[in-house]
C-alpha cells in the first residue's frame, strides 16, 4: 500500500488517544493518530515520525500519523495499514490462488476481515497489526483484547463447521526475529491464541517493508508461542 503527501515532523505529545501535538516545519500541529493503541514505547516525546497530509477541508485535523523512527527501524503505526496490505497480498496469491476475496465477511454474529475461495478451498482470515517490539522480538496485544480472544474463538467455530481458519499477524516494521503473544500484558489471549491452534487455527505471522510512503508485507516470521 502507497501513501501520498508525507512528510516528517517531530512527536511532541499525546493529549488522548486520538490525537497528537507534532512539530512540523518549526510550528505545532494537531495530527490525527491512526492507532488507538497505547504505542508508549513509540510515541516518545522529540521522536521522529512521519505524517500524512490531507487536502480535505472537511476533515478536524489536516495531518495524520503514519510512522515513527525507532532507532534504525522505522515502525508503521496506521491501524488500517495491516488489513490493506494483507488484501495485495492475498490478491496476489500469498495464500492460495483465488477466486474470490470478500472483505470483512459475515460469519454468524459476526465479522471476519476475509473470506476466501479458490482451488476447492473455502477460507476465513483475521488480521492483526503487531507494533510493539522488544529486543528484537514483536508481541501482541499491547494491550488486553476481549475482541481478540472473541476472534479467536470465531476462527475456531469456521474449522469446525469445515472452512480454513487463518491468523495473520502482521507486523510492521521489518528485521525482527520472532513473534509471541503478549502474555505479561493479557494472559488469557495468549491461552486462547495456544488453543485456537491446537484446534486447527492457523497462524501466520508475516513482517513488512516500511517506507515512509509504503508498507509491503515481506517475509515469514517465526512465531513462538
Not at 502507497?2 to 488522548?16: G, Q, T
Not at 499477524?169 to 488469557?188: A, C, D, L, W
Not at 508485507?217 to 512465531?223: G, M, Q, R, S, Y
Amino acid at each position: 500500500m502507497v501513501y501520498e503527501n508525507i512528510r516528517k515532523a517531530r512527536f511532541l505529545e499525546r493529549p488522548n488517544r486520538f490525537i497528537a501535538q507534532v512539530e512540523l516545519d518549526g510550528k505545532k500541529q494537531i495530527c490525527h493518530v491512526k492507532n488507538t493503541g497505547r504505542c508508549k514505547e513509540l510515541l516518545v516525546p522529540g521522536v521522529e515520525i512521519y505524517v500524512q497530509e490531507h487536502d480535505n477541508s472537511a476533515r478536524k485535523t489536516k495531518y495524520s500519523l503514519i510512522a515513527v523512527q525507532k532507532g534504525k527501524r522505522l515502525i508503521n503505526i496506521d491501524s488500517q495499514a495491516p488489513n490493506k496490505a494483507a488484501r495485495e497480498w492475498l490478491e496476489k496469491g500469498g495464500l492460495f490462488p483465488l477466486t474470490r476475496l470478500q472483505p470483512e465477511s459475515r460469519y454468524h454474529d459476526s465479522r471476519l476481515d476475509f473470506y476466501l475461495e479458490g482451488e476447492g478451498r473455502r477460507a476465513f482470515m483475521e488480521v492483526k497489526g503487531v507494533t510493539l517490539e522488544e529486543d528484537g522480538a514483536v508481541l501482541f496485544p499491547d494491550a488486553p483484547t476481549q475482541r481478540g480472544i472473541k476472534h479467536l474463538r470465531e476462527l475456531s467455530g469456521c474449522v469446525k463447521e469445515g472452512y480454513e481458519a487463518y491468523l495473520l499477524f502482521v507486523i510492521q516494521m521489518k528485521g525482527v526475529s520472532y513473534f509471541t503473544p503478549n502474555r505479561s500484558t493479557h494472559p488469557q489471549f495468549a491461552d486462547a491464541l495456544a488453543q485456537a491452534q491446537a484446534q486447527g487455527v492457523q497462524l501466520i505471522a508475516m513482517d513488512c517493508q516500511v517506507t515512509p510512503e509504503r508498507m509491503v508485507l515481506a517475509d515469514f516470521v517465526e512465531i513462538k508461542l
